[in-house]
Nanobody, 125 residues
Framework: QVQLVESGGGSVQAGGSLRLSCAASGRISSNLDLGWFRQAPGKEREFVAAIRWNGGSIVYAASVKGRFTISRDNTKNTMYLQMNSLKPEDTAVYYC??????????????????WGQGTQVTVSS
């Protein structure tokens, strides 16, 4: 089992920045791929970004590319999402997720076995 805990959410004005963290604990395998998803009110959960277990591959959704940066520090078992130039449409609950399969189907929620509880990000105009 892997436990994931997000932190760093909050309320900011449009154009502002936030940095989310996702701390992993438990049985962490060496090939654990990680991802960020978000769910806005009344909408389905959607893919935001993913990073391979060794950081060798990083993928972003088109809506956040160029504004968000995903990274990880395996020595601290922590993943980050730096969010810049935030827009009101970025308002959502942000979830981190872990995929131990090694297949890296990064945008498919069903690939991720472990999920955090989510952290709220609110961007006002």
């Amino acid at each position: 089992q892997v436990q994931l805990v997000e932190s760093g959410g909050g309320s900011v004005q449009a154009g502002g920045s936030l940095r989310l963290s996702c701390a992993a604990s438990g049985r962490i395998s060496s090939n654990l791929d990680l991802g960020w998803f978000r769910q806005a009110p009344g909408k389905e959960r959607e893919f935001v970004a993913a990073i391979r277990w060794n950081g060798g591959s990083i993928v972003y959704a088109a809506s956040v590319k160029g504004r968000f940066t995903i990274s990880r520090d395996n020595t601290k078992n922590t993943m980050y999402l730096q969010m810049n130039s935030l827009k009101p449409e970025d308002t959502a609950v942000y979830y981190c997720a872990a995929d131990p399969s090694g297949t890296y189907y990064y945008s498919l929620m069903r690939q991720y076995d472990y999920w955090g509880q989510g952290t709220q990000v609110t961007v006002s105009s």
